[in-house]
């Protein structure tokens, strides 16, 4: 009688606990020194994700954080300028299960120390009372005044319909801070709504997956639907990514759209991180590589000069005929994801000066 050999597979629990484990190694271990700035930048990232999407991130794989959690104290003491980092490390740290106690103390060293009065901006101020109040800590800010002030900035659709990545990722970052990243509704209206989509819309012609990433992840935090479109296509991007290793490795790659693509198929209830990395040095790359119409698209606007027509409908043929079949294939696609593309378009045109020299003139 022969022998039954039983053959045990890991299980789909053990093998996303394995690539979450070998994830935070590569980011707390092989990529950068803890003493640089952008290490911190990078593992507060990649923690800030795990724990607001609710991954359960097994002991063994935050281990690599025990020697940063143990002397963080010592690090915000000597480099107090970036608190913000620190604080976010040790609070998701806490929260995905390493550690405990320390998060408390050290907001209570920041709020007496009165660092976030050296903020200049409403929304690292905002950032930062929220990493507070998260453990209670008393943070001296009218929080109200901030949120008041960040709601009128994405009210204001027309900032969003011309190209302008400092604003467009403020965009993001203020709706993910507003509603407390997916935790509550930031009930921020119909002007938010299409400054998400004009910002979105920019994105995919100019195929930027970073940012069109987390325009998805701040419209589900903010209870909208994105377009399929979108969505289809931050999923090849994620699915696309390469993974050089070892010599391959380079510092400068595409961590980021790496990190947010996999957040935006998280909140659209994919599985993350599906990438296999092993131990050492490694980088992320892009290569779902498309024509970016956004240029093309500009030039042919630009040209026409007086010409120029705020209208949609009157410009489109023109449009998609002086521009390459690539580009307005993608620009046609971008037409049909976004239900306000012809009010995406008056702000792109640009004609408001024109129009206001001709009622002068008229006057």
Not at 108 to 124: P, Y
Not at 166 to 171: D, M, T, V
Request: glycine share 6%; net charge negative; charged share 25%.
């Amino acid at each position: 009688m022969s022998n039954v050999i039983h053959l045990a597979f890991p299980s789909r629990s053990e093998q996303r606990a394995a690539r979450y484990a070998a994830l935070l190694d590569t980011f707390a271990n092989h990529r950068r020194d803890t003493d640089d700035v952008f290490w911190l930048k990078e593992n507060a990232e990649i923690l800030n994700i795990l724990e607001c999407t609710g991954q359960d991130v097994a002991p063994e794989a935050l281990s690599v954080y025990r020697g940063f959690y143990d002397t963080i104290e010592e690090r915000l003491e000597f480099f107090p300028q970036y608190y913000r980092f620190l604080l976010s490390i040790c609070l998701d740290l806490e929260t995905l299960g390493l550690g405990g106690g320390k998060g408390r103390a050290l907001a209570q060293w920041v709020a007496d120390q009165g660092l976030i009065e050296a903020e200049l901006s409403d929304l690292q101020r905002g950032e930062a009372t929220r990493l507070m109040t998260r453990v209670g800590v008393s943070h001296g800010q009218d929080v109200t005044l901030i949120n008041d002030r960040l709601s009128r900035f994405v009210s204001r659709p027309t900032t969003f319909s011309v190209p302008n990545k400092k604003a467009a990722y403020e965009l993001t970052h203020i709706a993910f801070y507003l509603s407390e990243y997916g935790r509550r509704d930031p009930d921020l209206g119909s002007e938010a709504e299409q400054s998400l989509k004009f910002t979105g819309t920019l994105a995919f012609l100019d195929c930027n997956w970073d940012l069109l990433a987390e325009v998805l992840v701040a419209m589900r935090y903010c209870g909208l639907t994105p377009p399929a479109e979108w969505q289809d296509a931050i999923a090849h991007v994620a699915a696309a990514f390469a993974v050089a290793e070892g010599d391959d490795a380079v510092r400068q790659d595409d961590y980021h759209a790496y990190l947010v693509c996999n957040w935006a198929l998280s909140t659209s209830g994919g599985a993350p991180f599906q990438a296999r990395l092993t131990p050492g040095p490694v980088s992320f790359h892009s290569q779902h590589d498309h024509p970016a119409p956004l240029r093309e698209l500009s030039e042919v606007i630009y040209g026409l000069n007086t010409r120029r027509s705020s209208d949609w409908q009157l410009m489109r043929d023109y449009v998609c005929e002086n521009v390459s079949p690539d580009s307005a294939d993608i620009l046609i696609r971008a037409e049909a994801a976004c239900d306000c593309f012809g009010d995406f378009f008056a702000g792109f045109a640009r004609t408001g000066m024109r129009s206001g020299r001709a009622e002068a003139a008229r006057a």
